[in-house]
């Protein structure tokens, strides 16, 4: 990955990037999660609405509010009574799936599993950055993100509510693909994840938090592009479409060090997370 | 499955239950971890050590000292110095796989993903309250048990090395399955797991801790045999050959409750997990 060509890795735009910044740790230490948002043609509605939210502060002074072992971290307006700011949209629910076609679609027969055998799932595949599935057969344009650990959703009530974005959840644990396709999912977590991870777990139903007290405040939720150009931090991911991705996946699914005996000759989408770095100019 | 009747509970044996105390968090909240040791045909030799270990309060004021996000908890001897007890075994690699048959072999065809797609992995499937896969085919007898969320195997250097059992680890994130036949599994976390999964993540490479103060010291580490008969705790696991079970998969494949509008029509091995509660007698 060292060796790829500086063309095979993609900046992310500063509009796709949300950064949170928790409160300090007990040992002071800040504590600062960057999202990547998705890109067309998954999510739009609710993105829009979270870039809303951003521009509104709405996410300062709210909390990271539940923690459930192996599944996800939610964080939100624990009070459930802040008020929304005017201008979100409504997105009503197959827009959970993209129902246009998606170029580049990139199968990886040799190497994903499962395929054709999950429910309606046809295959599972990378494309622009980003884990999907799709059907099979006639329905091959309806395709959707995968919940594998620390991608970003979006939480709701019961059906036909969808959620607005402001109640954000990711997963810590194994990829729940009961919510693909039940669920928005609008982005993935990129910096800081151990700072949710590593929360203590909460108590109460859910894993929500039983105290108040053990709540983790949410000091701010920007858009890069609303912070201080010296301040924005500046990220790239490795294109699924090039042949260093191939190369990489294939390792995943049969590692070649001396470490292994058996390569197991196959892997699933979520245990092949696409390369994110950082970039640092002077 | 508050339904099932008593006869699908299955007791665990106190000599396959080891209870590990680590050091009281910050706030003074002790901190227990219970690990089911897996039956045989599976692990058997390891196993025998990690009860000789135990016996020999071999892992009091050892540490946990690495924590690797969405992948391993490592624990054990940080120092590669400490004297290890006599009547330890050097288990072969081919016992990383059973190679006798196994009876109650529980398909549920119509739901664990993938089958028969992933590299030499013909299925998987649950037997005796565990998570297990096998090769199809004539090398059907060739079975192995599933690096799932919470299961815990042995640490190791480079093959042909197996490891003895004093380093141990315990999966925090996406199923690795590609450590399957490559490592020996020994058990699962059934108890405390989020005294594993919550602690900080470690900045060196691999996840290990770079300052030894970050270390959490392991208080002990005693097989319920070796507890004061008033002190053993008590487990059992929802059987996994009984019909409650059977119900319970199919549920997770497909979720009915009204906050799901698509199943997903089936379900990895790994998002089914074996029930597993406490009893407490008066």
Redesign the interface.
Known sequence: MAQAPASEWVAIAPEDLLVMELSAD?DGKSRRVVIQLMPPPFSQGWIDNIRELAAAHWWDGTSVNR?Q??YVVQWGDASEQKPLPGGLVTVP?DE?ASHGDVPDWQRFDDIL???G?????GYTAFNNGWPLAAKGGPDWAYKWPVH???MVGVGRY??PDTGTGAELYTV???????L???IALVGRVIEG??HL?????GTGDLGFYEDPAQRVPIVSARLATDLPQAAQPKFQYLSTEGATFARYAEA????RD???????????I??I?VPVRKVTEN
Request: glycine fraction near 10%.
């Open positions: 007990r923690v072992d192996n629910e959970y599993v499962p395929k055998t999950f429910g309606n799932e594998c650990y620390g019961l059906s810590i644990g194994q990829a729940p693909r009961h693909d396709r039940n994840m151990e991870s590593s929360l203590p777990r995943r699914a049969n590692r001396p470490f292994f005996n058996v390569p197991a000759g196959g892997a699933e979520c245990n997370p």
